[in-house]
């Protein structure tokens, strides 16, 4: 089983910046380590979806964000580390969520195709 453990996050103003960090430990049920596992990020507000945030290939090497946070936010992985990390900048009020880390071995955007979460980490923004 993968567990995943979010850090990082809290509050921060308007065009701020702050950074998230999941740490991953574990195999996926098919016996996969986590370097071949894909990672992501995803937000939820109450009362609203859980929304794609952005997402990382097991190697790295491929990237996918979110029209909202392209040109803001970066995905990075370390595979000796196991560890996957959201900087976020210039940060708005409508990034104001609970972040939540996922794996899968499926590289994928969407959140129903993700087996392993996180218990998230609240990212607040202030106007």
């Known amino acids: 089983q993968v567990q995943l453990v979010e850090s990082g996050g809290g509050l921060a103003q308007a065009g701020g910046s702050l950074r998230l960090s999941c740490a991953a430990d574990?195999?996926?049920?098919?016996?996969?380590?986590?370097?071949?596992?894909?990672m992501g990020w995803f937000r939820q507000d109450p009362g609203k979806e859980r929304e794609f945030v952005a997402a990382?290939?097991?190697?790295?090497?491929?990237?996918w964000y979110s029209d909202s946070v392209k040109g803001r936010f970066t995905i990075s992985r370390d595979n000796t580390k196991n560890t996957m990390t959201l900087q976020m900048n210039n940060l708005k009020p409508e990034d104001t969520a609970d972040y939540y880390c996922?794996?899968?071995?499926?590289?994928?955007?969407?959140?129903?195709?993700?087996?392993?979460w996180g218990q998230g980490a609240r990212v607040t923004v202030s106007s």
């Open positions: 996922a794996a899968d071995p499926q590289e994928s955007v969407f959140r129903n195709t993700y087996n392993y």
């Open positions: 574990g195999r996926s049920s098919d016996g996969r380590t986590l370097i071949w596992l894909t």
């Open positions: 990382i290939s097991n190697s790295g090497g491929s990237t």
